[in-house]
């Protein structure tokens, strides 16, 4: 048989390649760098344990836990501590505790009672019917206010996608806020009767599933799935080509022949990709896909040089606050020995859709900018005893509206070329448990493929 090539060794990538392995189909991973796991890259140095790329990993799924299990990594994995579950956002430049319930955000600081009355009728706002896509920022103004926007949901946006809501389209960003909506006239409604849904098929919600890592930080995964798997390093594909049945990969040393090929790397890759087939394939649409520029700056404090206690997992900071960090993960506080003992390690991130020349600042100013507003939000005072940082000039694929067009676009080069199929955060979402579940999937698809 001859073996399945899967182009971008990141997490999609090698998942779909440990999954096809294991069901007997055999595989080739062609990696363009020297090394596995794209952004997941774990730093230990001086005592100090740094995620430059995600911090923690969501189980959101049964094929999460499924792969860890298959990898024997049950004994390596940490969950995150209990002081780790409190959640803040920045208001009048102070953390403010989220809600641990629905009903707690009628307490809250965070919200107006303004904003708290709009929250109570949106049971009762009509559902919008029409199929054109919205931005996450008129779907929330419409349903809930423009404070609820502005307070909340822009802080949580710049968190996951450093992004930017006017932008963002919630029928692909948030497909799930929309689909409540649809099937449930209401948000809240929708969140109360969909939990009995997610027991039946495993499914998890994000802000109730087990967060965790490993012992010496998400790397461990890839670097484990990597080892069990055939990865040529340093080996970028330039030219895929129909011959037939099978596909003939292009490197720069190589021609190499397939039974059917899946892309994982970046979309903008992607657009470089030269495909030659009978039916001539255009790849050059997935050039316009926007990916945001993001610096993480990871600093390390003496216990005594922080005031806030940091004990929770982390705060985001809506734009209207005025600072230049989108947010910081605590990230001492969510697994031991991140930092020695006597000391605080904090994760900060700048730039993304909010301000991406920021991102790009010379090191030295990007630990000014993070520690400046660290004083004023934590009261972080002394120089940091550990510094690490990292640019990715194009690090998360934004789904901004029009995204429909490039979802529609795979799905038909899919359908009219067989055997060469798409995966990865720029089609299935952008966060480490949809790439691990994208794998996966993609992994069974291939299996009925080829049977």
Known sequence: MKSVAIIGAGITGLTAAFCLKRNGIPVTVYEATSRAGGVIQSVRRDGFLAESGPNTLLETAPEISQLIRDLNLESRRRQTSPDAEARFVVRGKQPVAMP???????????LTVGAKLALLREPFIPPRRHGAEESVADFVSRRVN????????????????????????VQHAFPRLAQLETKYGSLIKGQIRSARERKKTGQVARDRAPKLSFDDGLQVLTDTLAAQVDVKFNTPVTRLAKNGNTWQVTTPTNEIEHAAVVYCGTAFRLAELSVMTPKPVDLSLFSEIRYSPVASVVLGFR???VVHPCRGFGMLIPK?????????IFSSALFPD???????????????????????????????VTRDDLAVLLGVKGRPVFVHTALYPRAIPQYNLGYGKFKDRM???ESSTPGLFF???FRDGISLGDSIVSGSNMAARLKNFLA
Request: charged residues 25%; glycine residues 12%.
């Open 320 to 328: 209207i606050e005025g600072f230049k960090i989108l947010g910081t």
């Open 100 to 110: 641990s319930s629905q009903l707690g955000i009628f307490t809250s600081k965070l």
């Open 423 to 425: 995966a990865g955060h």
């Open 146 to 169: 423009r404070e609820f926007l502005d307070r909340l949901v822009d802080a949580l946006v710049a968190g996951i996608y450093a992004g930017d809501p006017q932008k963002l389209s």
């Open 338 to 368: 991140r930092a020695p003992a006597g000391h605080v390690l904090l994760s900060s991130y700048v730039g993304g859709e909010r301000d991406p020349k920021l991102a790009g600042l010379p090191a030295d100013e990007l630990v000014k």
């Open 303 to 305: 216990r005594e040089d």
């Open 411 to 413: 799905n038909e080069i």
